[in-house]
């Protein structure tokens, strides 16, 4: 168990909808990172946010949106979900920014969002 | 960006053999991750190594930073070692964000 938690752990919705995803880092974990594994893109990365700011961002869609409330934990919102956003969409933390020689992310369960 | 390349992507083991991963990378790392991802979906951490050796019992990984690098060794393996393994790497002084390679596919058999 990485102390990561995430809700729910499958979801399946239809197109056209919207989607939140929730994320609970490791206590004491700063920044939380959000990731997708589709099987055509593989593991990719989307978005981070360190103490609530966002900190780096991907290849993430503008239907796609995060945002890291001040308890730390992370939601992702998917809106106008088409059905090649169906993918396991997993969240990491990591003690500081992530930019530390040797910091460790850890992830969580995942979600498998499923789009029909 | 930094480029992450495994090999072999796929390998069938019988179950007590032993194997060597590769992971190499284009550019200097501050970290290396290796995964191992269950048939159920979950990434579960095996090791974070940027240099050096490490071992947790029957695994063991090294990674060379120097001629960019890693090595996943598994021994004795078993069926529960079956799954993909993903090497993934933060590069030094750029985002946060970690890149994975392609993995490796493996399936240990009786």
């Known amino acids: 168990d990485s102390g990561v938690t995430q809700t729910p752990k499958h979801l399946i919705t239809a197109t056209g909808q919207r989607v939140t995803l929730r994320c609970s880092p490791r206590?004491?974990?700063?920044?939380v990172y959000w990731y997708q594994q589709s099987l055509d893109q593989g593991l990719q990365f989307l978005i981070q946010?360190?103490?609530?700011?966002?900190?780096a961002k991907g290849n993430i869609l503008e239907r796609f949106s995060a945002q890291q409330f001040p308890d730390l934990h992370s939601e992702l919102n998917l809106s106008s979900l088409e059905l090649g956003d169906s993918a396991l969409y997993f969240c990491?933390?990591?003690?500081?920014?992530?930019?530390?020689?040797?910091?460790?992310?850890?992830f969580g369960p995942g979600t498998r969002l499923l789009v029909l | 960006g930094i480029q992450v390349e495994q090999s072999p992507p796929d390998l069938i083991l019988q179950e007590g053999a032993n194997s060597t991963l590769r992971c190499n990378f284009s550019?200097?790392?501050?970290?290396l991750q290796w995964f191992h991802q269950n048939p159920w979906g979950q990434l579960i951490n095996l090791f974070y190594?940027?240099?050096g050796t490490k071992q947790n019992g029957r695994l063991s990984a090294t990674t060379v930073a120097t001629e960019r690098y890693s090595l996943l060794y598994i021994s004795s393996s078993q069926t529960t070692d079956s799954g993909v393994y993903f090497c993934?790497?933060?590069?030094?002084?750029?985002?946060?964000?970690?890149?994975f390679g392609t993995g490796t596919r493996l399936q240990v058999t009786l």
């Open positions: 990491a933390s990591s003690v500081a920014g992530g930019r530390q020689f040797g910091e460790t992310q850890y």
């Open positions: 206590s004491g974990d700063l920044s």
């Open positions: 550019d200097s790392v501050n970290n």
């Open positions: 993934a790497v933060l590069n030094t002084g750029t985002a946060s964000k970690l890149t």
């Open positions: 190594i940027p240099s």
């Open positions: 946010y360190y103490n609530g700011e966002e900190r």
